[in-house]
């Protein structure tokens, strides 16, 4: 046969390579875990009115860690395991210059309040209503957990829930940067 | 005075700028082309979630305060990234969904001509035997004779 066909006879089968490895590609990453452009540049200011009335805005917090946890009562199990990590994180650092701020993503009053109570967190805590602040900070699922630096950028964001060790993790070297 | 002038129409051409009725095609047009991002391949005009009413309101907010389109999708893509798009921008690795669809279709052409001109140019089969001579015309003639009745 001429040598042409011979190609053709090598070629087909070898098509199939490239498709494969694009497969393989895509099947190992997940289509889940979003790059978060807003890492690294400067947190957006938001200002929202918390559960208890107080007043909680980031700009105010200026100088401190702020740990911004995004969350729902309706988010289970991921929020109700992280919930207590939460707390613990907040009752070790506060008095370091660490500030945990709950923000309430999609959610009814009621049951948000209960799940506050439930895990007796003492944190300021805010819903967004208007799903601005959410919207501002690239969210698109519960539990989002961004944790800001002393000059106010953004220096990491976890998608899923957060443990004891992971804040740890990241509020330690924060901290240790100084103002 | 004329400072005050300036001032004046600067005033008035922001104030007419933010007054401006936003259309609710250009809303939808945008939203269309923006993910939902609590759905699953849900475009934001499409969806019925809580999360999309809100960010067809961001949309609508910006354009009312006089940004383009373009400058809302950006808006979107900051915090996002390209992900909030629902088609994928024509740069970079990207550029495979957009390249490969035609390459392919180009070379499948190109591979049916190839085969075409290859088949169509083989020789025709079975060269035409000698033709026959009085001898053998007789004989036909004949034979064909006999055989009708």
Known sequence: MSGCSRILRWAIPLAVVPVLVLLAYGFRTDPREIPSPLVGKPASRFALTAFDGNRVALESLRGQVVVVNFWASWCYPACYEEAPSLERAWQTYKDRGVVVVGVNFQDKDEPAKRFLTQFGHTFPNAPDPSGRVSVDYGVYGVPETYFIDRKGRARFKRVGPVSDELLKQQIEPLLAEGA | ?149
Not at chain 2, 45 to 61: N, V, Y
Request: with cysteine; net charge positive; aromatic share 6%.
């Open chain 2, 1 to 149: 005075m004329s400072r005050f002038a300036v001032l004046a129409v600067v005033v008035l051409a922001a104030g007419a700028r933010a007054a401006a009725p936003v259309s609710e095609e250009t809303v939808h047009e945008v939203a269309a082309q923006l993910r939902c991002v609590v759905c699953q391949s849900l475009s934001v005009a499409d969806s019925p979630s809580e999360t999309a009413h809100q960010m067809q309101a961001i949309i609508r907010e910006r354009l009312a305060a006089g940004e383009s389109p373009e400058q809302v999708k950006a808006y979107f893509v900051e915090r996002y990234g390209t992900w909030i798009l629902l088609s994928p921008p024509r740069q970079g690795f990207n550029l495979v969904v957009w390249v490969v669809p035609f390459a392919g279709l180009g070379a499948g052409l190109v591979l049916v001509l190839v085969l075409v001109r290859r088949w169509s140019r083989r020789p025709a089969p079975a060269a035409e035997g000698p033709r026959p001579d009085a001898a053998m015309r007789e004989r036909i003639l004949r034979e064909t004779a006999e055989r009708e009745p």
